[in-house]
């Protein structure tokens, strides 16, 4: 099920042996703390939704793959570890793409 992330939400004709990541903004629904947390709880993925099981790590860290800089969040989704980032207001992740 997660796989589509890594590959993006469209899967294109042959694949390659060069990989690269493009940057996609997603829909995320989270909770707001007093003292301004933000706790991402469920993100959307074309038309499926992803439970986030859990927030491992938040961090100021770049996107190596798929550039951008902004705070990143280490999350379980159905038991794997996703990056997810928060940047100047939006969420994104890298999803790979077959060149």
Known sequence: MLTDLQQGPEKKGAKSDRVQYDKV??????????????????MF??????????????????SLKAGGQGMRYTCKIYGQSRFLWLEDGRWFVEARKEV
């Open 45 to 62: 993925w074309g038309d499926r939704r992803l439970s986030i099981d859990r927030v491992l790590d938040i961090r100021p860290a770049p």
């Open 25 to 42: 903004y997603v829909r995320i629904i989270a909770e707001f703390m007093p003292d301004g947390q933000i706790t991402p709880l469920l």
